[in-house]
């Protein structure tokens, strides 16, 4: 059972390069989550899923889009890459309510555009 | 809105002892989940207590306790004789049980460095 999973661990892009991050799960959740973490600012919601199809704008959504096409996927995409996207990316999933809140989170990507 | 407020950016303690790190949050529900996760420097962020409105009693796992007081809007984390491993980033968070909730709201996070 390996939990979250997130691919790659390390990125270096270019300005105006994209990439895709992926994010899976095995725990057959049904929400997952996109966040970053910056220093000094804790995490911040990019966008989430509640379900395999839907997914739906974060506290800090603009530069990214996102795809829910698997209910264990979620990708995270970033179409023109900006030195401003530079930080430290989470993926987590969690049940429905009522079967907990709490959020598993995979070990992170941490991304680089110079 | 929601807000979770950890006043301390940093704190340093010697092993063996006993620290409080303090969550001050802001919510306008009724009812509202509060968690505490754990950041070691590996990275990953490790789930340690959720925690609902309605249940105000204190918990203790091992070493760890919580002190949730709604009066005071605060969720404190106490670690008891501090050990190197409790050495982290320490995050609160919040999250309200409506509808479309679906967001956790961090606070930015206490460095506890714990000194041998």
């Known amino acids: 059972n390996a939990g979250v999973t997130q691919t790659p661990k390390f990125r270096v892009l270019k300005t105006g390069q994209s990439m895709t991050l992926l994010c899976a799960q095995d725990?057959?959740?049904?929400?997952m989550y996109w966040y970053r973490q910056d220093p000094g600012m804790g995490l911040r919601l990019i966008h989430y899923s509640v379900g395999e199809g839907t997914t739906a704008k974060g506290e800090v959504p603009d530069g990214y889009n996102v795809s829910r096409l698997k209910k264990q996927n979620f990708l995270l995409g970033l179409e023109s890459a900006a030195p401003s996207q530079t930080s430290v990316y989470f993926c987590a999933s969690s049940s429905i309510p009522g079967q907990g809140y709490e959020q598993y989170f995979g070990p992170g990507t941490r991304l680089t555009v110079t | 809105a929601q807000k979770v407020t950890q006043a301390q950016t940093e704190i340093s303690v010697v092993e063996k002892e006993d620290v409080t790190l303090d969550c001050v949050y802001e919510t306008r529900d009724t009812t509202y989940y509060l968690f505490w996760y754990k950041q070691p420097p590996s990275g990953e962020l490790v789930f340690l207590i959720r925690?609902?409105?309605?249940?105000?009693q204190n918990e203790i796992s091992g070493r760890y306790s919580w002190n949730f007081q709604k009066s005071t809007s605060s969720f404190n984390f106490t670690i008891t004789a501090s050990q190197v491993v409790d050495s982290a980033v320490y995050f609160c968070a919040l999250r309200h049980s409506g509808a479309g909730s679906y967001q956790l709201t961090f606070g930015k996070g206490t460095k506890l460095s714990v000194i041998p």
């Open positions: 725990m057959n959740h049904e929400y």
């Open positions: 925690r609902n409105s309605f249940d105000e």
